[in-house]
């Protein structure tokens, strides 16, 4: 079909309105050029597309279609529209984003890559607690925030982004540093050191002790996954991390990771702000960079081995 964006503007408007007259007007042109293009989508299409009843006018079986077409075409134009604008648009100013503390890995990485091509940009990157992240989030206090573990409700927008990879880690000369498929409850005697409540890593470590029906009270509580590390590495005990904060250690041979049945428990890293809400450029560009280059731009290897 040789369709022109004019003839499905104009079929749009006559159709959403039922009448040429409001169309004419809507589009700001005369009664009779509007009909003659509805008249050639006519001829294009091959079939009525419109039929008058009574006063009004109304879209045949065929033309229903080609309405719903319409209007698919015409958004998509009007997206493409201000996504063009927004590139043509300064990508400078304020950006204020909390993330959890253990994207501390990563989301420095993200953001020095972002700078790097928009400079203008201020950056004011919050570190802090998953339970502190989700009061903000609730408060609208920045243009968005990243965390693994979602909130239950349903009155924000989360965007998917990396693997969340969670794993149990353990001093290099742990008793069952070789053993493969170890179960749980098999170290239901062992020291486990564990973030402050409030924290998204304790959240997993608690589930996943109570599915199993074991004591999820913790041997000693840190405040920070690098303190747990440290803890970990002088065989304090053992400890629920994300991956993403072991990459040195492991690579040091300082950790290793025990092999227990239920791990890695693979998840995700969101983009997460309020419902519908619309944001300003710069945090937009931002989370646009976050969704479509991460991979690309972290040394992610290691999270599959
Ligand atoms: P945390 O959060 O840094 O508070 O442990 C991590 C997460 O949300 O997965």
């Given amino acids: 079909?040789?369709?022109?964006?004019?003839?499905?503007?104009?079929?749009?408007?006559?159709?959403?309105?039922?009448?040429?007259?409001?169309?004419?007007?809507?589009?700001?042109?005369t009664q009779p050029a509007v009909s003659m293009q509805v008249k050639q989508l006519e001829d294009n299409a091959g079939l009525p597309l419109l039929e008058?009843?009574?006063k009004k006018i109304y879209p045949t079986t065929a033309g229903k279609a080609m309405y719903e077409a319409s209007v698919d075409i015409l958004t998509r134009l009007k997206e493409l529209d201000n996504t063009v604008e927004e590139l043509k648009g300064e990508v400078?100013?304020?950006?204020?984003?909390?993330?959890?503390?253990?994207?501390?890995?990563?989301?420095?990485?993200l953001l020095g890559a972002f700078l790097q091509r928009y400079p203008d940009v201020e950056p004011k990157l919050k570190f802090t607690n998953r339970a502190n992240v989700?009061?903000?989030?609730t408060n609208n206090i920045d243009d968005f925030v990243v965390m693994g573990q979602l909130p239950d409700d349903t009155k924000f927008d989360s965007f998917p982004f990396l693997e969340n990879v969670i794993v149990l880690a353990a001093p290099p000369n742990h008793r069952l540093a070789k053993q493969k498929n170890i179960e749980l409850k098999?170290?239901?005697?062992?020291?486990?050191?564990?973030?402050?409540?409030?924290?998204?890593?304790?959240?997993?470590?608690?589930?996943?002790?109570?599915?199993?029906?074991?004591?999820?009270?913790?041997?000693m509580e840190l405040g920070s996954s690098e303190a747990?590390?440290?803890?970990?590495?002088?065989g304090l005990g053992v400890a629920v991390l994300s991956l993403y904060s072991l990459k040195l250690e492991l690579d040091a041979g300082k950790l290793i990771l025990l092999d227990v049945k239920g791990f890695p428990v693979r998840r995700r890293w969101y983009v997460v702000h309020l419902k519908g809400k619309q944001?300003?450029?710069v945090p937009q560009t931002f989370l646009n960079f976050i969704l479509m280059e991460s991979d690309k731009i972290l040394d992610l290897d290691y999270l599959t081995n």
């Avoid at 079909?1 to 007007?25: D, G, P």
């Avoid at 400078?92 to 990485?109: I, N, W």
């Avoid at 747990?228 to 002088?234: D, G, T």
Wanted: no cysteine; glycine share 6%; hydrophobic share 35%.
């Fill in 134 to 137: 989700v009061e903000r989030l």
């Fill in 279 to 281: 944001l300003p450029l």
């Fill in 1 to 29: 079909m040789n369709v022109t964006i004019r003839q499905l503007k104009v079929f749009e408007s006559v159709t959403r309105h039922h009448s040429y007259t409001q169309a004419a007007k809507e589009l700001h042109l």
């Fill in 52 to 54: 008058q009843i009574g």
């Fill in 92 to 109: 400078k100013g304020p950006l204020q984003v909390s993330v959890v503390t253990t994207s501390k890995y990563f989301m420095p990485q």
């Fill in 186 to 219: 098999d170290l239901q005697d062992e020291r486990f050191l564990s973030r402050e409540p409030g924290s998204g890593t304790r959240q997993v470590f608690d589930r996943m002790m109570e599915e199993e029906g074991l004591n999820a009270e913790p041997y």
């Fill in 228 to 234: 747990i590390k440290q803890a970990v590495m002088a």
